[in-house]
């Protein structure tokens, strides 16, 4: 594969960050070439000291601050201010998530530097949002779980559960990548930089529709273990040999082929309360029946390689060795203080492109703060805002 520039090189981002989603976010920035340098604290983001599994280091700080310069900067001080707003100067995206209204009394309101600096994209991240009755309350990833409604959603019959990953950061993060790129497409075309502002609760609010949309006709959606709540068969189902396998059944063409050839009862494609997914569901148990009884007359490899054969869709139910260990898992390998380690890689394959991954940053490694004087001045990456007629300023 060939080398080739990375669409984000060139552009400065600015990252008051820490924890997850907003790393998350600015991680991927890296990754397509930005230049991100990272604000800590003298003491160094807090994710720093989550774990000590990769290497003596953080996992979750390795995950997701590769490619990123640390600079310590005391914002408490005159002289950090002043070093924050050289940055910004310079900066193309300033992507941040302290508390609500924390930048804005540190001197750095979102609106006023959009102001000042109208090619600037800010994409503010907090828990509730800057406004309403929760808006200073406190939140992090398990606490939005639970009060989105997430868990409720989410374990078996008898209690609620986390989702086993900082889902709700995640997909924060995620959400102000995309945001940020469509900003910076938008500005591409007209100059102007953006405000953007996320919350964690809306982003889960967002993904929650179906089942929030179910409670509200009327279906108030159950917790059903590793079974679909609108779809049967959807679940796992036991083999002779002990072992469990995951079938999904998406359509009544599917489920069909099923009865035919992996059930032997091909009259269920037809039968009232089996024909069709609405019926099925209503009837479950009855149908979880059925599939578990022909499950259990198979061995693993015979089950597997009957619903290959027949194009059901199936899978294992792993754990993370068996993840470690899969065949299919692509890795990427990043450098850090105490050595290389090996990370899944990212989901985006560019074709024929061969794309580098910076390293993880000692905490405050990039010390200097002139190292901001090799950026170009971002108000000139925005040529489109003059031919619109703006002026592009500068603050000092």
């Not at 302290?98 to 907090?126: D, M, N, V």
Request: with cysteine.
């Amino acid at each position: 594969m060939a080398d080739a520039r990375r669409p984000l090189e060139g552009l400065l981002v600015v990252a008051v960050e820490q924890a997850v989603a907003a790393p998350f976010c600015t991680s991927r920035l890296a990754d397509a070439g930005a230049r991100v340098i990272k604000i800590e604290r003298p003491e160094g983001d807090f994710a720093r000291g989550y774990d000590d599994v990769a290497k003596g280091q953080s996992s979750y700080f390795v995950w997701l601050n590769r490619g990123k310069e640390s600079l310590i900067v005391d914002l408490a001080t005159p002289e950090g201010k002043a070093a924050l707003r050289g940055l910004i100067d310079m900066a193309d995206v300033l992507v941040q998530n302290l508390k609500p209204g924390a930048l804005a009394r540190l001197g750095f309101a979102p609106e006023e530097l959009r102001k000042t600096h109208p090619w600037l994209i800010c994409c503010s991240i907090s828990g509730y949002g800057e406004t309403g009755p929760y808006a200073e309350r406190k939140a992090y990833d398990l606490l939005i779980q639970a009060e989105s409604g997430l868990s409720s959603i989410t374990g078996g019959p008898e209690e609620p559960a986390r989702v086993g990953i900082s889902v709700v950061d995640i997909a924060t993060g995620a959400t102000a990548h995309a945001a940020v790129l469509e900003a910076l497409i938008a500005r591409g075309l007209t100059g102007e930089g953006a405000d953007i502002r996320i919350s964690m609760f809306d982003v889960m609010a967002d993904w929650l529709a179906v089942p929030l949309l179910h409670e509200e006709g009327g279906k108030p959606p159950r917790r059903l273990g590793l079974a679909h709540p609108s779809i049967a068969p959807y679940g796992v189902f036991t083999t002779r040999d002990g072992k469990q396998v995951l079938i999904s059944i998406q359509s009544d063409r599917e489920w069909a082929k099923l009865a035919e050839r992996f059930l032997r009862r091909p009259g269920l494609a037809t039968e009232e309360r089996f024909a069709t997914n609405v019926a099925r569901v209503r009837n479950r148990a009855a149908t979880d029946a059925l599939v578990a009884e022909a499950f259990a007359g198979f061995d693993e490899a015979e089950a597997r390689d009957l619903l290959a054969s027949i194009d059901i869709a199936f899978a294992s139910v792993n754990d993370m060795a068996a993840l470690a260990a899969h065949p299919h898992l692509r890795r990427i390998t990043v450098e850090t203080p105490a050595g290389p380690v090996a990370v899944p890689a990212p989901a985006p394959i560019l074709m024929g492109v061969a794309r580098d991954y910076g390293p993880v940053p000692a905490v405050g490694e990039h010390a200097g703060l002139d190292r901001h004087e090799d950026c170009a001045p971002a108000a000139e990456k925005a040529p489109a805002l003059e031919r619109a007629g703006g002026e592009p300023g500068r603050t000092g």
